[in-house]
């Protein structure tokens, strides 16, 4: 079976960047059998206040249709709470997911960063 | 020398009997990408046969039926320089409400397969749906 996983950044080092702010990091292989699990780790941190979220999938080899909807309904639950926001963090390398995220054309929807410094910097001039 | 080869000649790669399971599509993906290797589509188009392969299983997965065995079946073929996997699930259809579930369903997935593979073809039969996905050599 794909192997995946997601959790939470150490919070002390993104605590800074505000109270609302989460780094979750996702690798593996994002597809229908992890979409669920992916689903309601975001669910559960918009649940427990967090309103400005960064995404890393620096470690993620493979993401499909079904966990990339999963990221665009938890965009459109965070826009209708206050204007929140999903900020995904993909490396120019990670060449394989990029070219997903182009294909499945969600680039109006979710905004893509090289690096996790650029998403939080994108948060902090959003906030 | 050998015999002259015959241009037309279809080559039956290999079939796969997939436990119709979402925690079997990373063995779809990789049936997927080895056959792509073998037949010498460059890496790019390896990973967008892998990719197009992995949306059809999970469509068939989720809104398909599996075989009496609990298997969907997946057969690699080559023609020339075209390479082909069909996915194929054993949903029965009955008129025309199945037709438009497929629409609102399986849309965005083909959609996308569309956009990655040179030609997508649905066969939808009395007992089994097929999906057949081709990407050529360049």
Redesign the interface.
């Known amino acids: 079976m794909g192997f995946f996983y997601i959790g939470d950044e150490a919070p002390a080092e993104v605590a800074h960047h505000g109270d609302d702010v989460v780094v979750l990091v996702a690798g593996g292989e994002l597809d229908y059998a992890a979409s669920p699990q992916i689903r309601d780790h975001l669910r559960s941190r918009i649940d427990a206040g967090m309103r400005r979220l960064v995404l890393d999938l620096s470690g993620t080899t493979f993401i499909d249709s079904t966990a990339i909807g999963v990221l665009v309904a938890a965009v459109m639950q965070l826009q209708e709470l206050d204007g929140g926001s999903l900020a995904v963090v993909c490396a120019e390398e990670n060449r394989r997911v990029l070219r997903i995220f182009e294909i499945a054309g969600v680039d109006s929807l979710i905004a893509l960063h090289r690096t996790r410094e650029e998403a939080l910097a994108e948060l902090a001039v959003a906030g | 020398m050998g015999a002259p080869i015959d241009q037309n000649a279809t080559l039956v790669i290999g079939e796969l009997r997939l436990p119709a399971q979402?925690?079997?599509?990373?063995?779809a993906?990789e049936y997927a990408h080895q056959a792509a290797t073998a037949f010498g589509l460059d890496v790019?188009r390896c990973?967008?046969f892998a990719?197009a392969v992995?949306?059809a299983v999970?469509n068939a997965?989720?809104h398909g039926s599996p075989d009496a065995h609990g298997h969907i079946h997946l057969s690699v073929r080559a023609d020339g320089d075209r390479l082909t996997l069909a996915v194929r699930d054993y949903g029965t259809f009955s008129g025309y409400a199945p037709i438009a579930a497929l629409g609102a369903d399986r849309g965005?997935?083909f959609a996308?397969m569309a956009?990655?593979m040179d030609a997508v073809q649905l066969c939808v039969g009395s007992g089994s749906t097929t999906v057949r996905l081709s990407k050529a050599r360049v």
Do not use: S, Y
């Open positions: 979402p925690a079997k599509l990373g063995l993906r790019d990973h967008e990719f992995n949306e999970t997965i989720r965005r997935g996308l956009h990655v």
